[in-house]
């Protein structure tokens, strides 16, 4: 049975632990109120500019390009967006267990994030390029990103590009999304994030005429590797949203499962003092009656 003192160090330890969950809770929120706000902000454009090249895509007849060639699948490319740290609950092991399902023998990796890094080197497979972004981060690294993928995929090392990354949903709730990167097939005018959300400016197929100078093939050329860059940016803004969320939620989580073994602690605490009291008086009494 452990004695009062021992408790005392543990829970003075449990106490201890808890500030420091409760401070990196506070900078999670902070900093995953700025995250879901630039998320939620680059929505409508990604979802316009997604309806825009949709409806030219329609209005150009027989364009063609590089980045819309379709090949028979042999050798993948995987970008995985995961984070540079860890203690945000399940979110990394999710999205690895996700990476993990493609074939190792026909997949190159590229990763946004050191845990990616990390699980592409600790099994073993193969990585072809690791990038790094911040905490808000730029469009210039989306499109290191995206300029490196289109690359290999240009120059015939892959004949697809798949997104693995974390989607924001809400505070509490973050879902794992695969995503066709290239070849660019059919563009369809979806919402960019959640089907539902920040589409309400996306323009309605066949609603709107276009007038393009020079021609709609050059327009739609220079477009496409934009289109392609800022939707790899509009991913890691994504991502860093759910990362600060899952990190605040599991904060959080520690913070009131600290709180709750304190309360336990003190109670075993006060039970056992109590315990040691009733004992004292017990043997105070004996040797007095023993004494007459």
Same mark, same amino acid.
């Given at each position: 049975? !452990? *004695?009062t003192r021992d408790i005392r160090r543990r829970i003075k330890s449990v106490k201890n632990t808890s500030q420091i969950t409760k401070a990196m809770q506070m900078v =999670? #929120? *902070? +900093?995953?109120? +700025? =995250?879901?706000q630039s998320a939620l902000a680059g929505r409508p454009y990604a979802a316009l500019m997604n309806s825009v090249l949709a409806e030219v895509t329609q209005s150009v007849i027989d364009f063609t390009h590089p980045l819309m060639e379709v090949r028979p699948v042999k050798n993948r490319a995987v970008i995985v967006v995961s984070t540079d740290k860890g203690l945000c609950g399940a979110l990394n092991g999710t999205l690895m267990r996700e990476a993990a399902k493609f074939d190792r023998d026909t997949t190159t990796y590229v990763t946004a994030g050191r845990k990616g890094s990390q699980f592409i080197a600790r099994t073993k497979r193969k990585l072809a390029a690791e990038f790094t972004y911040k905490d808000a981060p730029l469009f210039s690294e989306a499109r290191a990103i995206s300029k490196f993928a289109q690359e290999l995929f &240009? +120059?015939?090392? /892959?004949?697809? /590009?798949d997104l693995i990354f974390t989607n924001f949903i809400s505070t509490l709730?973050?879902? !794992? @999304?695969?995503r066709q990167f290239l070849p660019l097939g059919? &563009? +369809? =005018? /979806?919402? #960019?994030g959640v089907a539902g959300e920040g589409g309400g400016s996306a323009l309605q197929a066949g609603t709107t005429e276009? %007038?393009? @100078? !020079? $021609?709609?093939e050059a /327009? &739609?050329?220079s477009l496409l590797p934009h289109y392609l860059n800022y939707q790899l940016y509009q991913v890691l803004l994504e991502s860093k949203a759910s990362e600060h969320s899952a990190r605040m939620v599991a904060m959080k989580n520690a913070t009131d499962n600290a709180k709750q073994i304190i309360k336990d602690l003190t109670l075993e605490y006060n039970k056992l003092r109590q315990a040691n009291i $009733?004992? @004292? %008086?017990?043997e105070i009494t004996t040797a007095q009656m023993a004494l007459g």
């Amino acid at each position: 049975m !452990p *004695s009062t003192r021992d408790i005392r160090r543990r829970i003075k330890s449990v106490k201890n632990t808890s500030q420091i969950t409760k401070a990196m809770q506070m900078v =999670a #929120a *902070s +900093k995953m109120r +700025k =995250a879901q706000q630039s998320a939620l902000a680059g929505r409508p454009y990604a979802a316009l500019m997604n309806s825009v090249l949709a409806e030219v895509t329609q209005s150009v007849i027989d364009f063609t390009h590089p980045l819309m060639e379709v090949r028979p699948v042999k050798n993948r490319a995987v970008i995985v967006v995961s984070t540079d740290k860890g203690l945000c609950g399940a979110l990394n092991g999710t999205l690895m267990r996700e990476a993990a399902k493609f074939d190792r023998d026909t997949t190159t990796y590229v990763t946004a994030g050191r845990k990616g890094s990390q699980f592409i080197a600790r099994t073993k497979r193969k990585l072809a390029a690791e990038f790094t972004y911040k905490d808000a981060p730029l469009f210039s690294e989306a499109r290191a990103i995206s300029k490196f993928a289109q690359e290999l995929f &240009l +120059k015939g090392e /892959v004949d697809q /590009v798949d997104l693995i990354f974390t989607n924001f949903i809400s505070t509490l709730n973050q879902r !794992p @999304e695969i995503r066709q990167f290239l070849p660019l097939g059919e &563009l +369809k =005018a /979806v919402d #960019a994030g959640v089907a539902g959300e920040g589409g309400g400016s996306a323009l309605q197929a066949g609603t709107t005429e276009f %007038l393009f @100078e !020079p $021609t709609g093939e050059a /327009v &739609l050329g220079s477009l496409l590797p934009h289109y392609l860059n800022y939707q790899l940016y509009q991913v890691l803004l994504e991502s860093k949203a759910s990362e600060h969320s899952a990190r605040m939620v599991a904060m959080k989580n520690a913070t009131d499962n600290a709180k709750q073994i304190i309360k336990d602690l003190t109670l075993e605490y006060n039970k056992l003092r109590q315990a040691n009291i $009733t004992s @004292e %008086l017990l043997e105070i009494t004996t040797a007095q009656m023993a004494l007459g």
